[in-house]
Every structure is written in structure tokens, then in C-alpha cells.
């Protein structure tokens, strides 16, 4: 079983740059695929990206697309995700998931994950 806690969200400007964490209990975490998701006030959660056990394979929505970078340092069993060019339409709460495989495929629905952090709050103001 594994552990997380996101940390790095705030308030930003439109354009501005944020770096968020995941940080995962457990000495496996090359193990596990993770995955970020977001959910806006009033909509369903949504996928952001994903990246592999050991990082040989990520990929994201097409809206964060150019924009959003997912990696991963598995000797500090964390995940981030490097939200670059940032738009109000950003402004979410911000989920890490994690699933126990360590293949190649990588998963963009929240139900192919076992477990969640608590979500950190991204704000982009225009």
C-alpha cells in the first residue's frame, strides 16, 4: 500500500509557472504508475498526464499538451507535475494517483488507479 501527499499548489498569474509534488510512503515506488488528475468547481474529475514506473513512458491531455511536464524521482519516491504557461482555465484542485504495474502503459482514467493524495488547490488568476 502507498501514501500520498501533493504539495506546491497556490495562487498565480496567468502565464506564471508552479511545480507541484507527490510525495509517496513505501520503499517500491519504481513500481507504481502515477497519474495526475484535476477537478474544476463544478466539473468532473479529469486527466492530466501520466508517466511509467521508471519513467520511459509519459503522456498527457491534449489541453495541457506543450504546456504541463510530468517526472519522477524515484529515489525520493516523488512525482511532479511542472505546470508551465499557466491559464485561469488551469484552476483546480490537483490529484496524484497511483497504480501498483511496472509496464509501459499508462492509464487516463481515475478508476485504473488503486490509490489518491488529497489534492492540492491551483489557482491562475487572469
Known amino acids: 500500500q502507498v501514501q500520498l501527499v501533493e504539495s506546491g499548489g497556490g495562487l498565480v498569474q496567468a502565464g506564471e509557472s508552479l511545480r507541484l509534488s507527490c510525495a509517496a510512503s513505501g520503499r517500491t515506488f519504481n513500481s507504481y504508475a502515477m497519474g495526475w488528475f484535476r477537478q474544476a468547481p463544478g466539473k468532473e474529475r479529469e486527466f492530466v498526464g501520466a508517466?511509467?514506473?521508471?519513467?520511459?513512458?509519459?503522456y498527457y491531455a491534449e489541453s495541457v499538451k506543450g504546456r504541463f511536464t510530468i517526472s519522477r524521482d524515484n529515489a525520493k519516491n516523488t512525482v511532479y507535475l511542472h505546470l508551465n504557461s499557466l491559464k485561469p482555465e488551469d484552476t483546480a484542485v490537483y490529484y496524484c494517483a497511483a497504480r501498483d504495474y511496472t509496464g509501459t502503459l499508462l492509464y487516463t482514467r481515475g478508476l485504473d488507479y488503486t490509490y489518491w493524495g488529497q489534492g492540492t488547490q491551483v489557482t491562475v488568476s487572469s
Open positions: 508517466i511509467s514506473g521508471r519513467s520511459t513512458s509519459t
